[in-house]
């Protein structure tokens, strides 16, 4: 069993940055590959990154290349947002894989946490 809970969303202008945190407790949150997805109104939920269980190795969308950083400890996963544009604006989701290894894909991820706002403004 993992308990994901995640923070540090909020309100920020177009071209600013967020750090959104992901506290994770359970035995086995250290076998686990980890992933953030996000969902704005209306949208399908999408994957923005994942990182593997070792940290090794990581993936992003390609809509997030070059902005977002994601990157984890003992206890934590976090998303580092940079350059942010109104068109990430959505509830962002942390989430525990069922394998060490990144998926793109959400049915892939056996736990979730509640979502964090994210609202870019231009």
């Known amino acids: 069993q993992v308990q994901l809970v995640e923070s540090g969303g909020g309100l920020v202008q177009a071209g600013g940055s967020l750090r959104l945190s992901c506290a994770a407790s359970?035995?086995?949150?250290?076998?686990?590959?980890m992933g953030w997805f996000r969902q704005a109104p209306g949208t399908a939920r999408e994957f923005v990154a994942g990182?593997?269980?070792?940290?090794?190795t990581t993936y992003y969308a390609d809509s997030v290349k070059g902005r977002f950083t994601i990157s984890r400890d003992n206890a934590k996963v976090y998303l580092q947002m940079n350059s942010l544009k109104p068109e990430d604006t959505a509830v962002y989701y942390c989430?525990?894989?069922?394998?060490?290894?990144?998926?793109?894909?959400?049915?892939?991820?056996?736990?979730w946490g509640q979502g964090t706002q994210v609202t870019v403004s231009s």
């Open positions: 990182i593997s269980r070792t940290g090794g």
């Open positions: 359970g035995r086995t949150f250290s076998r686990n590959a």
């Open positions: 989430a525990a894989g069922g394998s060490g290894y990144v998926s793109l894909a959400d049915y892939q991820y056996d736990y």
